[in-house]
């Protein structure tokens, strides 16, 4: 069974950074593609980055130029940098992948459990 396990999430003040962390586990043959959305209170699931197996990235315009998506050293693990953050950025972020199980030859997409992130003073 192909997982993401999060972490990271936390109260940080305006202005601050965090680091949010996924990591796929089980069996599988490769990661097509990385990225984290996030649920804002009253609103829909919206992309904030995603990064391909090929190393292309983007980002939503509200996050362009404070977030920063990429691969960890450890492998099948990404990192969201979140920096400059506003207390519009309070949401819970979700990981996304998708992945090719072992056992079987199709795209198939995952998501994390969620976790929280708090910009506030």
């Known amino acids: 069974q192909v997982q993401l396990v999060e972490s990271g999430g936390g109260l940080v003040q305006p202005g601050g950074s965090l680091k949010l962390s996924c990591e796929v586990s089980g069996s599988i043959l490769r990661i097509n593609a990385m990225g984290w959305y996030r649920q804002l209170t009253g609103k829909e699931r919206e992309l904030v980055a995603v990064l391909t197996s090929g190393g292309k990235t983007d980002y939503a315009d509200s996050v362009k130029g404070r977030f920063t998506i990429r691969r960890a050293g450890v492998e099948n693990t990404v990192y969201l940098l979140l920096n400059g953050l506003k207390s519009e950025d309070t949401a819970v972020y979700y990981c996304?992948?998708?992945?090719?199980?072992?056992?079987?030859?199709?795209?198939?997409?995952?998501w994390g459990q969620g976790t929280l992130v708090t910009v506030s003073s």
């Open positions: 996304n992948a998708h992945v090719t199980p072992v056992t079987e030859n199709r795209d198939l997409e995952v």
